[in-house]
């Protein structure tokens, strides 16, 4: 019986889209948009623990977090010294994913914890090239069809080669975060960086933006 309801709700949603589709979006990306709360149904029923990696001995990073700095989609170079005193999100986004509905999600947490937290999303093609679009046209891409205002940053790659981005280098080595050796493991994962720079913890696609372990950190 079971069986039978999800398979109702799973043809609703795909008849829904028949209708709804954003002349913004591909039929894919319509498609995935509403099955997003499907597909994040997988990790709640899994559980977080495998999902969210934490510092737990409080390590201090050996090379500063501060010390980092990244091109913003405009051009412009984000100085992570501006940072300091804010709680900074770091997130690998892509516009073709299943878990692109998390952009709403994260533009949410942008509007609610703005005066504590920083929100950096890193536009990226490394999974499945999910991310074919220049760095103009995912930024329309967001704001016309998620709202998005946190900041992104220009496209490069995340994970680990002679190419990745050194933000994501700091983020999964050891030998400069203090303990994370953790990569995207897919699109939309996300790193939590203290107000004294101390990365706090990582969190696979997996776990919404808006889970309690994100917000309680937060907090």
């Not at 495998?50 to 990073?61: D, R």
């Amino acid at each position: 019986m079971r069986k039978y309801i999800w398979l109702s709700i799973l043809a609703l949603l795909v008849i829904s889209v028949l209708f709804i589709k954003k002349k913004d979006m591909t039929w894919r990306q319509s498609i995935m948009k509403a099955l997003y709360p499907l597909i994040m149904m997988k990790g709640k029923i899994s559980g977080n623990e495998k999902n969210i990696k934490m510092n737990t001995n409080n390590i201090i990073p050996p090379v500063s977090f501060y010390s980092l700095q990244a091109i913003k989609n405009n051009g412009d170079t984000l100085l992570f010294e501006s940072l300091r005193g804010k709680k900074v999100l770091i997130v690998n986004t892509a516009s073709d994913c299943g878990y692109t509905g998390q952009y709403s999600e994260l533009e949410k947490l942008n509007q609610q914890y703005k005066d504590k937290l920083i929100i950096l999303g890193f536009p990226a093609n490394d999974f499945k090239e999910q991310e074919k679009r220049n760095d103009k046209e995912i930024a329309e891409f967001c704001k016309v069809n998620y709202g998005v205002t946190f900041t992104l940053l220009k496209k490069s790659s995340v994970i680990a080669s002679p190419e990745q981005n050194p933000v994501f280098q700091w983020l999964s080595k050891p030998e400069q975060n203090g303990w994370s050796k953790y990569v995207p493991i897919w699109n939309f994962c996300k790193y939590l960086i203290n107000e004294e720079g101390k990365l706090e913890a990582f969190y696979t696609m997996e776990v919404s933006p808006l889970d309690k372990a994100i917000i309680e950190k937060i907090n």
